[in-house]
Nanobody, 126 residues
């Protein structure tokens, strides 16, 4: 079982920056690919970024490429999402997600992720 807890919610102005953290429980964290998704009101949950288990590979949605950075610290069982040049359209609840244990490859599909955090609100004002 893997439990995920996000932190770093905030209200920022357009152009600002924010960093989200996701702390994971479980001894197999370093062997699991992780991802960040977001869901705006009235919209479906969408992929934001993913990272492989050794941080050797990352992948981003086109809408955040060049502005967001996903990273992980396996010693701390934590994955991060750095967000720069934030836009009002980035406003959403952000979710951290983990694939099943020992699944190291990334995915952009919500159904490929077995474990989810509770979500953390990010609001960007214009």
């Amino acid at each position: 079982q893997v439990q995920l807890v996000e932190s770093g919610r905030g209200l920022v102005q357009a152009g600002g920056s924010l960093r989200l953290s996701c702390a994971a429980s479980g001894r197999t964290f370093s062997s699991i690919a992780m991802g960040w998704f977001r869901q705006a009101p009235g919209k479906e949950r969408e992929f934001v970024a993913a990272i492989s288990w050794r941080s050797s590979s990352t992948y981003y949605a086109d809408s955040v490429k060049g502005r967001f950075t996903i990273s992980r610290d396996n010693a701390k069982n934590t994955v991060y999402l750095g967000m720069n040049s934030l836009k009002p359209e980035d406003t959403a609840v952000y979710y951290c997600a983990a694939r099943d244990r020992f699944v190291s490859t990334m995915s952009v599909q919500t159904y490929d992720y077995k474990y989810w955090g509770q979500g953390t609100q990010v609001t960007v004002s214009s």
